[in-house]
Every structure is written in structure tokens, then in C-alpha cells.
């Protein structure tokens, strides 16, 4: 394949522009759910394109002593994680083919990439609530990662492979005791990732007024956004493709529209979760998933072993 | 109307900033975001720092001492920036105008787009606020 192609998919479809859409699409789905929830009407169906569009045209505030050029680049950072992990995925999930030898590791590195950049723009942005956020943000990187990898073993020793098309040709996990365990982990561990609600120690509006994002505004604060709403459309399609058999393109509109559903109930599972939890301090997130989230990937990785 | 006064007025984030308000002013506020009013059907929604401000909102009378904070913030936040005056005492400094801590209306320290009178107004009078402020923002740019 030849670099323009590659290069108009990694802009076009299925790369920036179709995860972008989707993903505000999404958050959309989520806000307006969380109000109905709430007995509002909620926000309109275009109300995060007009956030994210607004952000564009506002001024770009810079704290004084803060490292121009890192302060700047984190936003990029997360935005290109997300868009390479959504181009990997969905270019494997419409040819399998193309899968490749540990893409799964691949996508793995991928997609930690935004609470990196999170990470980093709160340190560089000079403000002790954001270097506060930040901080929160590392712990919860390594409280949540070491049960999400352990619950990824699953699907590789059902597949005997490690890429990630072969595992899509496996099928659905759900059958088996191990793959209905290792899917209620990684769910877990997605609410965290997506620092949402019983998860949103980072951000903390209540007591950090923004976190790690506090100092951002304009076009980086944007970035974050986008990137934000992004992890929410690739996170669960993630899930859905190594734990549930993904969407298969190939079998007509039925079995498109059942993967589907597949993320919609993965959403909706999410927004639930989000909406009817209180936040967590981070010693008991942590201890949450070191303790038993850990234990149930430890439990499912020995039930796969013995072929449950 | 250019798209960026476009997107503004339809995303509009609003920080509240309390120069010692007696709180009903306060509760007013928070009226007009619970499931009765619901102002997020407008796109309007708190925020926690400046630097997410579209819309600075302040409500209580600004001393002496608080004015200049008040001036501080309004240039820490990223433009274009709208800012409305909540209740009798941010318009005027109400009954504390001309009292020994008081020293100008806030009107002198900050450029205020929309005065909203009342001790306190009522959430439907701010909503009618926030519509008469939209249209004016969206008319001048014509």
C-alpha cells in the first residue's frame, strides 16, 4: 500500500476524522443519558462540536515559567495516541489480515498514551492543583494497568495468539467463566482509564476545579477534550473486539448491527456506572484494584488455563 | 455573525465568581442548572477554573479589598469573555453602597456586558437575561 492512501486513512477514515466524529457523537450519548437520568432535557445532539469548535477560536493562555514547548505538546501527544490506537483497530477490524505480530502490546502502549499527556501537561502548567491531579493521574495509571494487562492475558491463551486479528477470529469469550470475568475487570479498568465517575480523581471538579487541565485554555484545552471524547468511542470498541468477538463486516447488516449493539450496551453500562457512584478517594481506588479487581484477573487467568 | 460569536453564545461556560454574597444571589444560580430550569439545554454549563471561562458571573458587592482580585481574574481569563453583574449589590453595591470597606461599583474595574438587578432576581429572569445577552452578542457582530 502506498503512503498517500495510508496517509488519507490515518486523516480521513478510519483514522482522525471518523474517531473524532464518533467520539463527540458519543459523549453526546453520554451527557444527554446522564441528564435524562437526572430528569433534565439535556444538551442538544450538536452540543460537543459547538465545545469543541468554541475552544478553537479562544485565546491560548500560556503560564508565566511554565515550559512553553511541553505545555503545548501534551494535548498533541494524547490526540495522536488516540488517533494511531483507532487506526490500528479499526484497520485490523475491517481486514483482519493486516493484523500483525503483538499489535495487541501495541495498542496496549497506545492507548495509556493520553493519561501520559494528561500527566505531563499538568506538571508543565506550574499549578500545585494541576501537579495534584497529575499525580493523582500516575497513581491511577499504576493501580488500574496491572489488572487491565492480566485481564488481557485471557482472550491471548484462549486464541494461542498475539495478534489481535487471530483473536478476532477466536470469537466471542463470553461463553466461558473466564471471559465473563476477565470482561467485568476490563470494564472497570475502562471507567478508570476514562477518568470517569467513580474514577475522576484527576479532574476532582469539586475539589481541584479541573485538575490537571486547570491551567489549559483554548485550542489545547480542546485537544484534551477531543482526546477525551475519543477514548470513549475506542476504549469500549477495544473491548469489544479482544472480549466479545467484535463487529464482523463481512456477514452482512445483521451481524454489523448485533456489534453494534455490542457497543451501545458497553456505553450504556458506563453511563450507568457513572451516574450512580460516588468518587472514590485515590488509597481506596488503589487498593481497589490491587486488591480484588486483581484477584478476579488472577482467578479468570487460571480458569482459562484449565479451559473453562 | 461569524462562526466563533456563533459557537459562543451556543457553548457557553460560566464561572461564578462570589464577591461575599449573602448566598441567596448564590442559590439563584444554582437554580436555574437544576432538572426545573436546566440551562444545559442551552449549552450552559460551571466551571471550575478561569481558564474554561466564557462567561464570568459575578454576584455580591466587591470591597476594597476584593475588587482588585476581581480585576486580577477577569485578565486571567482567555478572550473573548462575557461578564454579567447578578443581583443588587454586583450592580450597585445595593444597601452596602457607601459603606467603610466599599469604594466603587465593580462597573469601574471590570467591562460589564449585561447588569442583572434583584436582591435576588429570579432564575427566570436570569434565563430571560442570558436569551436578551445572546441575541445582543449575536446582533453585534453583524
Redesign the interface.
Known sequence: MDYTTLLLQFVFFPGFLFTAVVGLVTSWID?KVT?RV???????FL?PF??I??LM?????IPSGSPRLLFLSAPLLGLSGATLASFILWRILLNPGQSFMGDLIVLLYLLTLPAVAAILGSFASQNPLASLGGSREMKLIIAYELPFVLALLVPIIKAQSMRLGEILAFGSLLPSASGVLALIVSILCMQAKLTLVPFDLPEA??E???GA??????PP?GLFKLTKAMMLFILPMFLVCVFWGGIHFAGGWNSMLLGFLKYIALIVIIVLIRNTAPRVRIDQAVTFFWGPVTGMSVIAILLAFWGW | MSLAINVLTRSLNVFHLGGSACNNCDIEILDTLTPKYDLERFGIVLVGSIRHADLILLSGIFNKKSASRARLLYEQAPKPVVVVAVGGCACTGGMFRGSYNWDHPVKDYIPIDAFLPGCPPKPEAMISAVVKLIHTLRGKKQ
Do not use: C, H, N
Not at chain 1, 487541565?213 to 483554548?218: L, Q, T, V
Open positions: 451527557r441528564a437526572q430528569m433534565r432535557v439535556g444538551p442538544p452540543q459547538y465545545d469548535i468554541k477560536f479562544k485565546e491560548t493562555i471538579e469539586t481541584l476545579t479541573g487541565f486547570i491551567e489549559y485554555s483554548g484545552l
